[in-house]
């Protein structure tokens, strides 16, 4: 079995502010939540996915999400779109929090899954609306 996982965040080298898990096969949300970060979220960043300081105010941080996150995640195939770029920010958050590295991130996703993957989400899911979440 195999789950889509996506983060979007404060900035390129940011913090985790949205984590979303889809199961690949069913396209079924998993987990789709807004993290607090302790930094305030880039002009550039908000820009692309449209999520704002005030929006994360009172979401839970990081270390109060990870235990869900592992659940969603236990036994999985990670996939995502840009594997390298949500394993480091999930690996960055990770330690401060005092966690131990999560188990799938720390692979590398199959060559094809960053590719199929986007087709996924973007063909199925959508893109993120001024709204809300795309997963």
């Given amino acids: 079995m195999a789950v889509i996982f ?9 913090q985790t502010i949205e984590v979303a898990v889809i199961d690949a096969a ?3 949300k998993l987990m789709d939540t ?9 002009d ?4 692309v996915h449209g999520i704002t300081d005030e929006m994360v105010a009172d979401a839970r941080p990081f270390d109060k999400v990870l235990p869900r996150l592992r659940q969603v995640t236990k036994g ?7 594997a390298v770029f949500d394993r480091g920010v999930v690996l960055g958050d990770v330690r401060p929090a005092g966690k131990k590295p999560m188990h799938h991130l720390l692979g590398h996703a199959p060559a094809g899954a960053q590719t199929s993957t ?3 989400v973007e063909g199925e899911a959508g893109r993120r609306t001024p709204s809300g979440p795309r997963a």
């Fill in 6 to 14: 996506d983060t979007e965040t404060t900035d390129l080298d940011g």
């Fill in 26 to 28: 069913t396209g079924k």
């Fill in 34 to 42: 807004l993290v607090k970060p302790t930094e305030p979220i880039s």
């Fill in 44 to 47: 550039g960043a908000r820009w």
């Fill in 76 to 82: 999985k195939i990670i996939c995502a779109y840009n």
């Fill in 118 to 120: 986007r087709r996924r």
